[in-house]
C-alpha cells in the first residue's frame, strides 16, 4: 500500500482494503480483554480512513 493512489478505482480499492483491514482488526479483539490501546488503534484507524476520504474529495 505504499504507491500513489490517483485514479477513482484505485481509490476505491485502496479503501475497502482498508475498511476490511479495520474489520479483520475490530473481528479480532475480544470485547472482555479489550483495553484503551484497542480502542484507541481502532479510532485511529478511523480517522486515518476518514482523512484519505477528504484527500480523495479533494483531487477530483
Not at 3 to 16: E, G, M, P, R, W
Not at 39 to 50: A, G, N, Y
Amino acid at each position: 500500500m505504499g504507491k500513489a493512489v490517483d485514479d477513482k478505482n484505485s481509490q476505491v480499492d485502496y479503501l475497502k482494503q482498508r475498511l476490511n483491514l479495520f474489520v479483520d482488526v475490530l473481528d479480532s479483539i475480544d470485547p472482555e480483554q479489550a483495553d484503551v490501546e484497542d480502542i484507541d488503534r481502532l479510532i485511529s484507524m478511523i480517522d486515518d480512513i476518514e482523512t484519505k476520504c477528504e484527500q480523495f474529495k479533494k483531487s477530483e
